[in-house]
């Protein structure tokens, strides 16, 4: 059903253009505006993740949480940023003028670009490239450069310590995050998340069943990458008062704390398309006639849950025994599992 | 020496990459350390080389206070002095000039006494799971703690009307007596916390990352622990037998059975062990005090003014949550003491974290303070 | 032991380093011990097996103006033993100096910085004498009882 919603738009589009007189750049005008689109969507959704996380943590330690604002206080994060936005923009005097400004765009921006080739729904999707996989893997590891600028060019020891610590965290888990889903690429032979989505659709099963191990190593990792809870040592407020982002304040600081969502709904979305069947619906539910949309974002809720859940659940993880645990324990658990399922895969032939 | 910490940065450390130490303040407004403690930490990248306390912030001059007034006026002082446990701080200043003086509280007003100063260690204690918990960050059992401490501190309000600073146990006995519903809502309390415990163990006890943190980290050998002064829960988990309530028993703990809780391993996981067994300790204590409670008076008769013998001097101990509490009074034949000294726990036991985190990372440094349970109030005075 | 035993043991053994031995009408044992006998005095009591003094709980100091003089008060425990001793050593309060019983037991680091900053008396052989509760700059010692503090007086103009 989302695909028709999509070409009806589609069609509607068409016709706006030949009224404004802009048929000839219409291709292009489509890709602005679903971009534009897509980015409308993922800042009301993360402010709805905002409020989630308040909620979620506040039952998980017998509270209420925010529940003044608006309904169900849903209108909390709205306030938030209004706030945050009208704050003074303090920073020090010593810092380096050009890293400073542009660390939180890019942490911002890099976040969001891996948004676009996440397929919502049959052939719904901003940008349906061919390296899809590949694209966001590259796309997620800008972040480390927004946070060492960050760190390096707020002139604070603080800060700085923070950004080398983020900064090696995030590339010891980018490579269990890649291992992870090799399996699944080896398996399918295509880096198309549509096709991945497609394969699972034939085959009858989603991935999580026979690769729950690359699961749980994709959730970890991602976990890693968005610097949360068991793995924010960058942040911890109980350490360094505030890590990388302890110069920033009003819009800049609201950027870093949205990009950082921004990144757990980018891993949520990649690992709900590749291990948890995208916009397929539980396999004995499939007649409840419920849009593929629905059923992708109810997967991603559920792994964003899950994310919230880690973080108020287990303590925090020591800056040395976090990358123990990345290089010692995740990397040979995912080469283990490349190994088999390369086995399985020459054993039953599937795949390319 | 404190110039040359604070400012100096010297170069060429002991690494082969020729890195240079660096001198961090974890300054006195800091979201962990306690209260307004300022540590001044040396570092050679995440390695801790040297922590240096830097104490005098919360300085109150309570000593010299209670120089210049009466024993009775001082009780309300010793809320202060440990405001997380202010039972046990009125209890051993009560003690101390009851026997600097002579006199003896009646039988009911020590089982009373005995049911609060237990009751305030459990409150204390879970305060002190929630800061330790989120010092290691998991935010979680903080909220679990307090929701626990508000119905203690509603048992305490109902009969002092005070949640934080009592001035219950006064010079005597104590200052009121408890109402007819203090004994049945206790008993449902303690009921109802009971298999609490076992919920907060479940979420840290055994919690892999928790263990990370902890095992290991912060070893206290029992040579180094009784030679630095460190005392209470802190040594009791290096297997050191010290309780105060067992060896130099006060009040009527040498009726009650309760066992004094060790582990031999002296590292902050040891600690927890401690401090999580000694709140079952305490809720068996409470019904053992709650059953024994007998009507009578619950003050004994005092002078009009309270004077001390001249030329008298007492130094008297009691287990409060932290360690040991003395109380040294010197008499001198009036209303006044001429000395008060608070010999408090935490100031004994914050003076082994520099021992304790040399060679260690940043982040052990929140572990072990946080496992040693120091209250700034305390060390400062 | 009980505390009389411990007086009577403590006379018999020590009687050349101390000034008096008493039992104090609180029942504790009070012992005066001689200023140069102070350390080899606290060596024996924390070393002896009789003894047995593991535990300085308390380290502090009294002072009485009227007959010239600070008295450093140590409380000691013993674990094992679970018996109690008070150790007081009297220094001139002109020239306020005193040993320092830092290498018998390391918890007196911190109990003689206290001292110091509070009453004056420098510990000879103290690895770090400095101020603990007041400013490093702080030139006066609060609990003595001449002890007068200017405080912030508002001078109307």
Known sequence: MGDQIVQWVAGLLQQAYALLGLSSIAGILDRVVCAVAMFGFVSVFVMFLVWMERKVSAHMQSRIGPNRVGPFGLLQTLADAVKLTTKEDVHPVKRDKIPYFIAPILAFVATFMGMVVVPFDNKVVVADLNIGVLYIIAITSFTVIAILSAGWSSNNKYSLLGGFRSAAQIVSYEVPLVLSIVPIIMITGKLNFSSIVQYQQQAGYWFVVPQFVAFFTFIASATAEANRAPFDIPEAESELTGGFHTEYSGVKFAMFFLGEYVAVVVSSAVAATIFLGGWLPLPF?????????VWFMAKVLFIIYLIMAFRWTFPRLRVDQLMDFGWKVLIPITILNILITGFVVLLLGKGA | MTDLLLS????????????????????????????????????DGETVKETMPVLGYLHRSIEKICENRTYPQCITYTDRVDYVSAMSVNLAFALATERLIG????????????????????????????????DIGALTPFL??????????????????????????RIGGVMIDILPEFVPK???????????????????????????????????????????????????????????????????????????CLQNDGDCWARYRVRMDELRESISIIRQCLDRLEPGPIEAK??????????SEIYSRIESSRGEMGIYLVGDGTPKPYKAKYRCASFSNTFVLDQLTRGWKVADIMAVLGSLDMIVPEVDR | MTNEELKSKIEADFKDKIHSVI???????????????????????????????????????VDYPKENKITVVCHLWSYNKCHQLTVKLDVDRNNPKAPTVETVWKAANWFEREVFDLYG?????????????????????????????????????
């Open chain 1, 285 to 293: 539910l499939g007649f409840l006639h419920i849009p593929g949309f």
């Open chain 2, 144 to 169: 679990y703690g307090l929701r626990e401490r508000e119905r203690i501190l509603d048992l305490f309000e109902m009969t002092c009307g005070q949640r934080l600073t009592y001035n219950y146990i």
């Open chain 2, 302 to 311: 005092l002078p009009p003014i309270l004077k001390a013998p001249p030329a």
């Open chain 3, 121 to 157: 008396i420098v510990f000879e052989g103290h690895p770090d004498l400095r101020r603990i509760m007041m400013p490093e700059d702080y030139t006066k010692f609060p609990l003595r009882k001449d002890f007068t503090d200017d405080g912030f007086i508002i001078k109307p103009n």
């Open chain 3, 23 to 61: 039992l104090s009408g609180q029942k504790e044992v009070l012992l005066t011990v001689k200023s140069e006998a102070y350390i080899p005095l606290c060596m024996d009591l924390k070393n002896r097996p009789d003894y047995d003094f593991q535990h300085l709980s308390c380290l502090t100091a």
């Open chain 2, 8 to 43: 100096q940065i010297k170069p060429g450390g002991e690494s082969p990459f020729g890195t240079d130490e660096y001198v961090v303040n974890m300054g006195p407004q800091h979201p962990a350390t306690h209260g307004v403690l300022r540590l001044v930490v040396k570092l």
């Open chain 2, 186 to 260: 206790c008993k449902a309390f303690l009921d109802y916390f009971e298999p609490r415990i076992a919920e907060y163990e479940e979420l840290l006890t055994y919690n892999p990352i928790f263990l990370e943190r902890t095992k290991g980290v912060g070893v206290i050998t029992p040579e180094v622990g009784i030679n630095s002064g460190v005392c209470g829960p802190s040594l009791r988990g290096s297997g050191v037998s010290c309780d105060v309530r067992k060896q130099q028993s006060y009040l009527f703990y040498d009726q009650v059975k309760f066992n004094e």
């Open chain 2, 103 to 134: 006199l003896e509280a009646p039988p009911r007003a020590q089982w009373l006494r005995m049911i609060f100063v237990e009751l305030q260690r459990l409150a204390s204690h879970l305060l002190w799971m929630g800061a330790f918990a989120g």
